[in-house]
T-cell receptor, first 115, second 114 residues
Framework: GENVEQHPSTLSVQEGDSAVIKCTYS??????FPWYKQELGKRPQLIID?????GEKKDQRIAVTLNKTAKHFSLHITETQPEDSAVYFC??????????????FGTGTLLAVQP | GAGVSQSPSNKVTEKGKDVELRCDPI?????LYWYRQSLGQGLEFLIY????????KSGLPSDRFSAERTGGSVSTLTIQRTQQEDSAVYLC????????????FGPGTRLTVT
């Protein structure tokens, strides 16, 4: 089955700097890659996702890149702010026929943005 | 509209007792998922319901765990003869079946087995 690895487990940056979190997946058939943000004591919330038919997607300060050949994808946060501090999870899924499927998650990255 | 809701929010039980956790998905979402998040860990897939299809139970850790979904809406996760290692936050999520991949999570049920 699918296995997702995520690095680093913790990341500390200064406010205004960029943060990069990387994930690798094992199943080359996976075709959907979301990123979730989870603040302490809160539920995970989707911040950005990418499908395997594109290599990059951007939404304001957040971007995700996908390298299908190498089976890895990354989250990029620019101009970090203290409110970006949270645990970030990557995930992979095989969605076929346009239907949804279970997510296999990475182990999470605790991002701390120092003011 | 209303999001995914779960009850109870917290549950403390004694080892060996059975527990039931409830999930109310977003109205109109026919896909429903259960995940488990142990302290400081990632989210572990447990079971997935998709419309009227047979559920994907491949993530259930033992036969003490079961889940059902009645009327294509509310779901109940049951853990029999609870063990201390079952202590975790149990998260439910729902999504549209087709065309919308985003999974919306509920607030979770924190289960503590003493």
């Amino acid at each position: 089955g699918e296995n997702v690895e995520q690095h680093p487990s913790t990341l500390s940056v200064q406010e205004g700097d960029s943060a990069v979190i990387k994930c690798t997946y094992s199943d080359s058939a996976s075709n959907y890659f979301p990123w979730y943000k989870q603040e302490l004591g809160k539920r995970p919330q989707l911040i950005i996702d990418i499908r395997s038919n594109v290599g990059e997607k951007k939404d304001q300060r957040i971007a995700v890149t996908l390298n299908k050949t190498a089976k890895h994808f990354s989250l990029h946060i620019t101009e970090t702010q203290p409110e970006d501090s949270a645990v970030y999870f990557c995930a992979a899924s095989l969605n076929y026929g346009g239907a949804t499927n279970k997510l296999i998650f990475g182990t999470g990255t605790l991002l701390a943005v120092q003011p | 509209g209303a999001g995914v809701s779960q009850s109870p929010s917290n549950k403390v039980t004694e080892k060996g007792k059975d527990v039931e956790l409830r999930c109310d998905p977003i109205s109109g979402h026919t896909a429903l998922y259960w995940y488990r998040q142990s302290l400081g860990q990632g989210l572990e897939f447990l079971i997935y319901f998709q419309g009227n299809s047979a559920p994907d139970k491949s993530g259930l850790p033992s036969d003490r765990f079961s889940a059902e979904r009645t009327g294509g809406s509310v779901s109940t996760l049951t853990i029999q003869r609870t063990q201390q290692e079952d202590s975790a936050v149990y998260l439910c999520a729902s999504s549209l079946s087709v065309g919308g991949y985003e999974q919306y999570f509920g607030p979770g049920t924190r289960l503590t087995v003493t």
